[in-house]
């Protein structure tokens, strides 16, 4: 019997438990900055729509209500300039729909999914469940006219790096897509957090002129709206492959819950606690940008996103080391692929007082 797990690499965040350890001795506490997952309270609406709908003994739909699909759709229009037709399908989450969507596209061994040199490690998990090969490359043209390449993952913006990919870039991804039968799957999560830079979505008419053939665009209500323990999110554009996806995921059971559904109609029919988040946000990230750089960090990129990719020019893990020592746990490049071995990455997300404390303690 083949033990899928064994074709998977080793859970990353177990590899930081030593230096968490030495962070969480510090005498005034550990400051977490290694893992993005919000801290600030979920928007009083979500909340109330989320209790308005709890019961719910029926089994929810799939597709997702006619509600939850029409304010997918608007959000879309409204935010990130998409006309047309896309399709939408709310997803548990962004991430099991990046751990599984090869396989859900019916990729597997003989296949290629090329993603990002640097990038968030469950794309390649998904590629290795599927049994495909992985291609780390950010450039298309050196891959040539490979017919194996069946899906391209695409992050704006980056994480880790919070690196915005321009239109003009997004437009020859997809036109390098499509001339071979390829999807592109955008990575979008962090779409509504642009600082110096102003990401832009791939179902834009500015990238793809209101076709949507071969696109995906993957999003999720975590980062805007505090809403990771709700697991909310979902897959927009190509009807085709989003009606293949629905058919799968009937027969899979990978259904959001009915009180999710509508807790997600409330969040993305208000702009205004996302407004109130991102200034939360650009505070944090003001006081540990400035910190970083008095400490003698280097922060590149990082114009869009949740997080500071920060460099001292040494390998990544006497980096993460030096801040345990000092009660704050950031996460090794390393973790993002061989290319940012000598970076680490800050997240934002942690309280106003344990940010002042890191504050402190980079001073």
Same mark, same amino acid.
């Given at each position: ?22 962070? %969480?001795? !510090? ?65 548990? =989450?962004?991430? &099991? ?26 794309? &390649?998990?998904?590629? #290795? ?39 003009? !870039? ?7 897509? +499509? ?26 008419? &500015?990238?793809?002129?209101?076709? !949507?053939?071969?696109? $995906? ?51 993305? =029919? ?7 988040? +991102?200034?939360?946000?650009?505070? #944090? ?8 750089? =008095? ?5 590149? !990129?990082?114009?869009?996103? $949740?997080? $500071?990719?920060?460099?001292?020019? &040494? ?10 020592? +000092? =009660? ?28 002042? %404390? ?6």
């Amino acid at each position: 019997m083949t033990v899928l797990s064994a074709s998977l690499p080793d859970f990353p965040w177990d590899q930081l438990e030593p230096a968490k350890a030495v962070a %969480a001795a !510090h005498p005034d506490g550990i400051v977490d900055l290694s893992v993005g997952t919000p801290v600030d309270p979920v928007p009083a609406p979500v909340q109330n729509a989320l209790a308005a709908a709890a019961d719910a003994p029926g089994y929810p739909q799939t597709a997702g209500t006619p509600a939850l699909r029409a304010a997918i759709t608007a959000w879309l229009a409204r935010e990130c300039g998409t006309t047309g037709s896309p399709a939408v399908l709310p997803t548990i =989450g962004s991430k &099991e729909l990046v751990a599984w969507l090869p396989t859900l596209l019916g990729v597997g061994p003989g296949d290629v999914v090329v993603i990002p040199r640097v990038c968030y490690p469950t794309y &390649e998990a998904g590629v #290795r469940l599927a049994g495909a090969e992985v291609v780390r490359s950010d450039s298309l043209t050196a891959l040539g006219p490979d017919p194996r390449v069946k899906l391209i993952w695409i992050n704006s913006p980056s994480n880790p790096t919070g690196k915005v990919l321009p239109p003009a !870039h997004l437009r020859k991804v997809v036109d390098w897509a +499509r001339e071979r039968g390829a999807v592109v799957a955008a990575d979008e999560c962090y779409l509504s957090l642009g600082w110096e830079e102003t990401p832009v979505s791939v179902l834009s008419d &500015e990238v793809c002129g209101g076709d !949507h053939t071969g696109v $995906l665009a993957v999003h999720s209500l975590s980062k805007r709206s505090n809403l990771a323990g709700f697991r909310a999110g979902f897959v927009a554009g190509d009807p085709a492959v989003v009606a293949e996806l629905l058919a799968v995921r009937k027969h899979a059971g990978m259904i959001v819950p009915a009180p999710v559904q509508a807790a997600m109609i409330a969040a993305l =029919g208000d702009e205004s606690h996302v407004a109130a988040q +991102r200034d939360r946000y650009a505070a #944090r990230r003001a006081a540990l940008r400035a910190a970083l750089t =008095g400490a003698g960090f280097t922060i590149e !990129h990082s114009g869009a996103g $949740l997080y $500071l990719w920060s460099t001292r020019g &040494e390998d990544c893990w006497k980096t993460v080391d030096w801040l345990a020592e +000092r =009660g704050i746990l950031a996460a090794p490049g390393a973790f993002y692929g061989p290319a940012a071995a000598q970076h680490v990455r800050v997240a934002l997300t942690a309280t106003d007082e344990r940010v002042a %404390a890191a504050v402190a303690r980079l001073a």
